[in-house]
């Protein structure tokens, strides 16, 4: 296994975080497991594909994919307010997915936190454009940190889910759903320390689809017929790289620790130790949108 040269750039792009400044370039480590082109970034499990953008980590679940680094946005003003929605969506409309707290966020199979799915259904020949967040988690005894959670947690993405589709399994081991949309890989992703306890909502344009025509083999030979369908009818948000648990949505008012334990959730049951009673959720609120936009008129 060969090392190759990649700017410490492309790590930071997957890490969370950019640097401003030139740097030295850093050896990094070819990754096998997802095909050619993939290497780790230095020091964690997941493996980064400069040439298509593409971040995977192995899961207990399966693969978790995410790209990055994140899109470019820009700032927009509270889209709450409808005389604002034009400046955000240009002539789409505006779609409220929710407002979710800390202490609303589940646990998933592959070591993630998520948001309850909720239902997104658009009019025929419609596409999510644009996702726009705002607010976000803080450690209320430090109000004004904008730093958000730090790498465990650094990005917010909005997925797909659709759990009337059922795939057909070639071994003949009986229908599955597809967990994600787009091969897993997000609708559109903010990292939180862009957003928290900013004045003003961030909008990036989506870098999948909703929903998605996907396919699939319907034997063991990849070869046809294939089977075709729509995957998309809620939307979730999730947290990205890294494991992250309630754990890491919480923060301990107790100088000693001895009473600051729970949080941590089983990938298997999907069932999280209670908080202690020195560990509470973290404050803020993240509020999170939609453009929508290309329906008939």
């Not at 820009?74 to 707290?101: E, S, T």
Request: a neutral charge; one cysteine or more.
């Amino acid at each position: 296994m060969k090392n190759v040269f990649l700017s410490f750039g492309l790590v930071a792009a997957v890490l969370g975080f950019a640097s401003n400044s030139a740097v030295a370039v850093e050896y990094t480590k070819v990754c096998t497991l997802f095909g050619p082109g993939y290497y780790y970034a230095p020091g964690t499990d997941t493996c980064y594909n400069p040439t298509t953008g593409v971040a995977k980590e192995l899961t207990q679940a399966g693969v978790w994919s995410t790209l990055a680094p994140y899109p470019q946005g820009k700032w927009v003003a509270d889209p709450q307010n409808a005389q604002n929605v034009q400046a955000v969506c240009g002539h789409g409309r505006l779609v409220k997915i929710g407002d979710f707290q800390a202490s609303s966020l589940v646990p998933n199979a592959y070591n993630k936190i998520q948001t309850p799915p909720v239902p997104t259904p658009l009019q025929t020949g419609e596409m999510i454009t644009k996702v726009v967040m705002k607010g976000g988690f803080f450690d209320p005894r430090v109000p004004g940190v904008r730093n958000g959670l730090g790498f465990a947690t650094s990005g917010m993405c909005l997925r797909s889910v659709d759990p009337a589709v059922l795939e057909a399994q070639p071994s003949g081991a009986g229908a599955t759903n597809p967990p994600f949309g787009d091969g897993g890989l997000p609708i559109g992703c903010i990292n939180m320390s862009r957003i928290v306890n900013m004045p003003r909502a961030y909008s990036v344009p989506a870098t999948a689809s909703y929903p998605n025509i996907d396919a699939y083999f319907l034997n063991s030979n990849q070869q046809p017929p294939v089977q075709q369908y729509q995957y998309g009818t809620m939307l979730t948000v999730t947290t990205d790289l890294r494991a992250s648990d309630l754990a890491t949505f919480s923060y301990c008012d107790d100088p000693t620790g001895a009473t600051c334990g729970g949080g941590h959730c089983d990938p298997t049951t999907l069932i999280c130790d209670p908080l202690g009673a020195g560990r509470h959720p973290l404050a803020g609120v993240l509020s999170v949108w939609v453009c929508v936009d290309g329906g008939q008129q």
